[in-house]
C-alpha cells in the first residue's frame, strides 16, 4: 500500500509541476524583450558568441517540443518560441543552445547520456511489455522479471543523467542571457524562474523512476522468498 502512496504522490507533483510550468510560460510570454529579438534570433546570437557556427536552429510543431539534437547538429524549437519575442522564447532557446554549447565543448554528463540513447531508446520501446509479462510469470520464470528490471534501471540512469545536463543547460543560459543583455535587470528573474520549474519536471521524472525501478525489484526479490 504504502508503495502506491508515493505513486499517487509522484503523479499529482508531476500534474502540478506540469500546470505550473505552462502557466510560467504562458505569463512570461506576454513580457516582451526590450531588444525585439526573437527566440531563433537569440539562438542564433548565443550560437556566434560561443563560436559554434556548424549548428542549424529550426523550427518544429507542438509545444514544449523543443531540444537539440547532436546527431545532425540542430537547435530545434516550437513554433511559439521559434518567432516568440518574449521572456519565455528567448529562455527556452537559450536553454536549447546552451545544450550545443556542452557539445561543442565535449560536456561529459551529454556525453553519457548519448552513449545510452540506443539502449535506453531499445528498453523504453519494449521495457512495459517485459515487466507485465514477468510480473504474470514471476513465479515461474522469474528471468523474464529481472531482464526487465534490467532493461527498466536503463532508463531509470538516464533520468538521472539528465538532471546534471538539463541543470547545466540552464545555467549556460542564464550567464549568457544577462551577460549579453538579451534580459535585463527588470526581467531576468522570470526567466530564472521559467527555467527553474522547468528543472522540477526532470528531478520529478528521475525519482519517480526510481521509486518505480524500487517496486519492481521488491516484487522480483519476494517472488524468490
Same mark, same amino acid.
Given at each position: 500500500?504504502?508503495?502506491?502512496?508515493?505513486?499517487?504522490?509522484?503523479?499529482?507533483?508531476?500534474?502540478?509541476?506540469?500546470?505550473?510550468?505552462?502557466?510560467?510560460?504562458?505569463?512570461?510570454?506576454?513580457?516582451?524583450?526590450?531588444?525585439?529579438?526573437?527566440? *531563433?534570433?537569440? %539562438?542564433?546570437?548565443?550560437? /556566434?558568441? =560561443?563560436?559554434?557556427?556548424? !549548428?542549424?536552429?529550426? #523550427?518544429?510543431?507542438? +509545444?514544449?517540443?523543443?531540444?537539440?539534437?547532436?546527431?545532425?547538429?540542430?537547435?530545434?524549437?516550437?513554433?511559439?518560441?521559434?518567432?516568440?519575442?518574449?521572456?519565455?522564447?528567448?529562455?527556452?532557446?537559450?536553454?536549447?543552445t546552451?545544450?550545443?554549447?556542452?557539445?561543442? *565543448?565535449?560536456? %561529459?554528463?551529454l556525453?553519457? /547520456?548519448? =552513449?545510452?540513447?540506443?539502449? !535506453?531508446?531499445?528498453? #523504453?520501446?519494449?521495457? +512495459?511489455?517485459?515487466?507485465?509479462i514477468?510480473?504474470?510469470v514471476?513465479?515461474?520464470?522469474?528471468?523474464?522479471?529481472?531482464?526487465?528490471i534490467?532493461?527498466?534501471?536503463?532508463?531509470?540512469?538516464?533520468?538521472?543523467?539528465?538532471?546534471?545536463?538539463?541543470?547545466?543547460?540552464?545555467?549556460r %543560459?542564464?550567464?549568457?542571457?544577462?551577460?549579453?543583455?538579451?534580459?535585463?535587470?527588470?526581467?531576468?528573474?522570470?526567466?530564472?524562474?521559467?527555467?527553474?520549474?522547468?528543472?522540477?519536471?526532470?528531478?520529478?521524472?528521475?525519482?519517480?523512476?526510481?521509486?518505480?525501478?524500487?517496486y519492481y525489484?521488491?516484487?522480483f526479490?519476494?517472488?524468490?522468498?
Amino acid at each position: 500500500m504504502s508503495i502506491w502512496i508515493i505513486f499517487i504522490g509522484f503523479m499529482i507533483l508531476s500534474l502540478v509541476i506540469s500546470l505550473t510550468l505552462k502557466s510560467k510560460f504562458k505569463k512570461y510570454s506576454k513580457i516582451p524583450l526590450e531588444n525585439g529579438m526573437s527566440g *531563433k534570433e537569440v %539562438a542564433e546570437k548565443m550560437l /556566434r558568441d =560561443n563560436g559554434i557556427y556548424d !549548428v542549424k536552429v529550426e #523550427s518544429v510543431e507542438g +509545444q514544449l517540443t523543443d531540444h537539440y539534437n547532436p546527431v545532425n547538429k540542430t537547435i530545434n524549437l516550437s513554433q511559439d518560441v521559434f518567432i516568440g519575442r518574449n521572456v519565455s522564447a528567448a529562455a527556452v532557446a537559450a536553454h536549447e543552445t546552451g545544450h550545443a554549447v556542452q557539445h561543442s *565543448k565535449a560536456y %561529459a554528463w551529454l556525453g553519457f /547520456r548519448s =552513449n545510452l540513447v540506443p539502449a !535506453v531508446s531499445f528498453a #523504453s520501446k519494449y521495457v +512495459q511489455w517485459i515487466l507485465l509479462i514477468g510480473i504474470l510469470v514471476v513465479q515461474r520464470f522469474p528471468a523474464v522479471l529481472f531482464f526487465g528490471i534490467i532493461l527498466f534501471a536503463f532508463t531509470t540512469i538516464f533520468s538521472f543523467i539528465t538532471l546534471p545536463v538539463e541543470i547545466n543547460a540552464s545555467k549556460r %543560459a542564464l550567464v549568457w542571457l544577462s551577460a549579453s543583455g538579451i534580459t535585463s535587470y527588470e526581467n531576468h528573474a522570470f526567466a530564472q524562474d521559467a527555467l527553474k520549474w522547468a528543472a522540477y519536471t526532470y528531478v520529478v521524472a528521475a525519482l519517480g523512476s526510481l521509486a518505480a525501478l524500487l517496486y519492481y525489484i521488491m516484487i522480483f526479490m519476494g517472488a524468490r522468498d
